[in-house]
Structures are given as structure tokens and as C-alpha cells.
């Protein structure tokens, strides 16, 4: 029983370049969600989608796109990177179906660094 | 914009003790809420949650939840070094229909022997 799996757990980029951050989950959960968590600070919610084809804005969607394609993987693309996206990246999911069942899953986050 | 507040701390206190994290949000819809401890350089761990007025309890752990004044918070009780790390708040808020979990940003919490 994976759970959430997140790759890769660390990288290096230079200011300009793309890389995509992958995402799965093995508990067939309609919510997924990426997180970034800068030092001494909690976590901003990027994107999240809650099914399928189905995605939306967080609170700090700059510099970033989804896509959610099959209800296991919710990849997150940077396209130009910069040194404001230097942080810890945390894919996340959660069943949804209730109000009152919103626990998340999540990966062991990705530590991205752009130099 | 919906938010959820923490005092960052740290919070220091001696092992046995009492530790008191506090944290209140601005959604008045907001129905789930979660405290989750993350050690350093690992992911957040789920340790409650409450949806309900009132005290929760579970082991050495209680959270309290107060509607009406957007309050939630965490005791936790004969406070151990290994509780030693940071505590996060999160409420299910609503957002064109779903509820999606927001984050404080965390209340850094020291046992000390």
C-alpha cells in the first residue's frame, strides 16, 4: 500500500528551466492537491483538482500548471523557474466525499531548489 | 481572502507540562478542522481532527473547537521532548462548492527535559 508517491525528493534547478514534479496515488481518492511550504511557514496551496479533468486555482498559482488526466496522477509543471520557487512541494489527497472526511494523504515531498 | 491564524512561536515548555496551540480562521462555513505535527523535514502527520462544538479527546491529546468565536485549539497534556515539533492548523474551507483544506502556518512547539 504505496499512498501518495512523490518524485523526485530533491532537485536542482537553474533559473529558467522546466521540470515536472510527479505525483500518484494508489487509494483511488478524487481529491488531490499540491502544496508548497516555504522555511518557518505552512503550507500554500498551489493547485487542486477534485476529479479527473477537473482542476483549479490555490492561493499561489503563479509559475505553475496541472493537469489531471487519470484519478492517480496530478503532475505539477514549473515552466520558468525561478529562485521565488525555491521550497518544499507536498502532493496530497483526500477522498472528499464528505464535508467531514477531508483528511489528507501525503507524499514525502519534493525539495526543489533554483539557483 | 479566508485565513487561518497561528502564532508562530516557538512555544516552550517543560516536559510534563501543558501545551496550549491556539489557532482561529474566518470562514464562518468552515466545517472540518485539523491539527496535523510535522517534524522537521518530514511531511505532516494528522494527529486530530474535530467537527463538532466542544472537546475531542484522544490519549494526551484534546482539541477544542469553538464556532462561534472561530476558534480552535490543541492541548496536549505530560508534554514529551518527542512532541518537540511544528503543529499546523488547517480548516476545510469553502471554495465554489468543495471545502479545501487551508493551513496556518504553524506554531513551533519545544519540550524541553
Known amino acids: 500500500n504505496a499512498g501518495v508517491t512523490q518524485t523526485p525528493k530533491f532537485r536542482i534547478l537553474k533559473i529558467g528551466q522546466s521540470m515536472t514534479l510527479q505525483c500518484t496515488q494508489d487509494?483511488?481518492?478524487?481529491?488531490m492537491y499540491w502544496y508548497r511550504q516555504d522555511p518557518g511557514m505552512g503550507l500554500k496551496l498551489i493547485y487542486y483538482s477534485v476529479g479527473a479533468g477537473i482542476t483549479d486555482k490555490g492561493e499561489v498559482p503563479n509559475g505553475y500548471n496541472v493537469s489531471r488526466s487519470t484519478t492517480e496522477d496530478f503532475p505539477l509543471r514549473l515552466e520558468l523557474a525561478a529562485p521565488s520557487q525555491t521550497s518544499v512541494y507536498f502532493c496530497?489527497?483526500?477522498?472528499?466525499?464528505?464535508?467531514?472526511?477531508?483528511?489528507?494523504?501525503f507524499g514525502s515531498g519534493t525539495q526543489l531548489s533554483v539557483l | 481572502q479566508k485565513e487561518v491564524e497561528q502564532n508562530s512561536g516557538p512555544l516552550s515548555v517543560p516536559e510534563g507540562a501543558i501545551a496550549s496551540l491556539n489557532c482561529t480562521y474566518s470562514d464562518r462555513v468552515s466545517q472540518s478542522f485539523f491539527w496535523y505535527r510535522q517534524y522537521s523535514g518530514k511531511s505532516p502527520e494528522l494527529i486530530m481532527s474535530i467537527y463538532s462544538n466542544g472537546d475531542k479527546e484522544d490519549g494526551r491529546f484534546t482539541a477544542q473547537l469553538n464556532k462561534a468565536s472561530q476558534y480552535v485549539s490543541l492541548l496536549i497534556r505530560d508534554s514529551q521532548p518527542s512532541d518537540s515539533a511544528t503543529y499546523l492548523c488547517a480548516v476545510s474551507l469553502s471554495s465554489g462548492g468543495s471545502y479545501i483544506p487551508t493551513f496556518g502556518r504553524g506554531t513551533s512547539l519545544i519540550v524541553h527535559p
Open positions: 487509494m483511488n481518492h478524487n481529491y
Open positions: 496530497a489527497s483526500s477522498s472528499g466525499q464528505a464535508a467531514t472526511n477531508e483528511k489528507l494523504f
